[in-house]
C-alpha cells in the first residue's frame, strides 16, 4: 500500500495536505458495501503535510483511548492486518516521517 502512494506523492511532487477525519471509526474499510458499525468514539480531525506523521499519530492517538471501550476490537483488527508495517515501510522509503509534533487547536 505505502508503495502504491509514490504514484499520487510523486505525481503532486510536495504540493499535498493530508486530512484524517477520526469520526466514526470502524474496523472495515469506508468502501465496504457492508461495513461494520463504527467501535470507537469520535477522536478529531488531523491535518499535515507529512503522509507517515498524520498516519502515526492517528494510530497513536487510537492506541491512546484506552478508555474507549471499542478500542480493544479496534486495534485487534489493525494488528491483525499488520497496519503498522504500512506506516514503518513508508518512512523507510522516503514518504515521510513517524516523528510528529501534535498542536491542539480549539
Known amino acids: 500500500m505505502a508503495e502504491a502512494a509514490s504514484s499520487v506523492i510523486s505525481f503532486f511532487d510536495g504540493n499535498l495536505a493530508y486530512i484524517n477525519v477520526m469520526k466514526n ?6 468502501c465496504c458495501e457492508v461495513a461494520e458499525d463504527p467501535c470507537m ?12 506523521a498524520i498516519d502515526q499519530a492517528c494510530l ?19 494488528e491483525s492486518l499488520n497496519g503498522a508495517h504500512t506506516i ?4 523507510e522509503i522516503g514518504y515521510g516521517s513517524r516523528e510528529y509534533e501534535l498542536i491542539t487547536v480549539e
Open 25 to 30: 471509526l470502524s474496523v472495515d474499510c469506508d
Open 41 to 52: 468514539a469520535d477522536i478529531g480531525i488531523l491535518a499535515s503535510t507529512d503522509p507517515v
Open 60 to 78: 497513536d492517538l487510537v492506541y491512546a483511548a484506552k478508555d474507549d471501550p471499542g478500542q480493544k476490537h479496534f486495534l485487534e483488527r489493525v
Open 88 to 91: 514503518e515501510v513508508a518512512a
